[in-house]
């Protein structure tokens, strides 16, 4: 393995317009920022620190599963030193994700030390709200800021259906507890699945309206054999909004998270209700994101199955982070224009899961 010393603040930029070579790492990356050869500024990461959950969701991995063995996981301090690489060349919001990222032992220990790091605005998380009665007071004290509950039904028999073995009420007592902790933006991640849980859309948004907090509906994304055909699920954010429109006044709004999500309110209520739509509304050309996966691999995008490997140089170079960072920047250079979901319906070219990628 070579010991590149190479970093950014040290490869000159290139003319304006120009696209800079792929390799050996790319240019145009100014100190504190990533810039991928598209011009677009990296500035957020969603970092999975394990590929575990206590859920088996239909549309995110398989009924039986092969988690990694212990040796093949990013430790966390790995996932530290991951973290704050990225933060010092000007990533500014970093999400923790999973599996189930509360499922880690020892979570809150990474999630207090990824809060303190220098020049980061926001930590958020995503979570399956499993684990939330337990520890919704203990994110909030390290420093999380946003969580992310990924809620598909309110129907307990839907949600053990959809879960295979998640306990509904155990996630409206999560909810509970996060709300009582003081997170004022609570976001509901709803999958839509059409035959599955297209005729809760409105019992969902009502629902949200009702506690105060924002839903973002995604479209299904064909990500792994996930053992049912997406073709016929597949339901689309226009319809969904139609549907909506039926019952709530929507207006559109400029609003954003930092991530894909397209926002809309509903008047004299404080709830925003999100569309991620990867097939409808390829949002690629302002994607602002990378990702990491629990055994520390760097998916510049979600939608191809290029990635860097950043396990091996971490353990290589336990004291150096140089190799890391020319890494980063050298995957970053292989990232996408965009994805194209819409052709792999049928038959995804990424085979690996959800739960693989983080989130």
Known sequence: MRNESLTPEAVPASPVGLSPP???VTSRHPKGALVDKFGRHV???????????DFRCSYCMAEEMTFLPRAQVLTLEECLRIAGTFVDLGVTKVRVTGGEPLVRHNAIWLLERIAGLSGLKELVITTNGSQLDRFAAALRAAGVRRINVSLDTLRSQRFREITRVGDLAKVLRGLDAAQAAGFERLKLNTVMMRGVNDDELIDLVQFAVDRAIDIAFIEEMPLGDIGHARQSTYFGSEEALARLQTRFVL????????GP???????????????????????????NRVRI?????????????????????????????????AAIVRTLGIKAKGHD???QMSTPQVVRFMSMTGG
């Open 22 to 24: 792929i390799s050996p």
């Open 293 to 325: 996966t629990a055994r520390g691999e760097l998916y510049p995008c979600l939608g191809n199955n290029d990635a860097g490997k950043l396990l091996p140089l971490l353990r290589a170079y336990p004291s150096d982070d140089g190799p890391l960072r």
């Open 261 to 287: 999500a397209r926002y809309w309110r509903i008047p004299g209520t404080s709830t925003r209700v999100g569309f991620i739509a990867p097939h409808s509304h390829n949002f690629c050309d302002t994607c």
């Open 251 to 258: 207006l559109p709004s400029t609003e954003t998270t930092g």
């Open 341 to 343: 979901f819409g052709n």
């Open 43 to 53: 500035t957020y990461i969603r970092l999975s620190i394990t590929d575990r959950c």
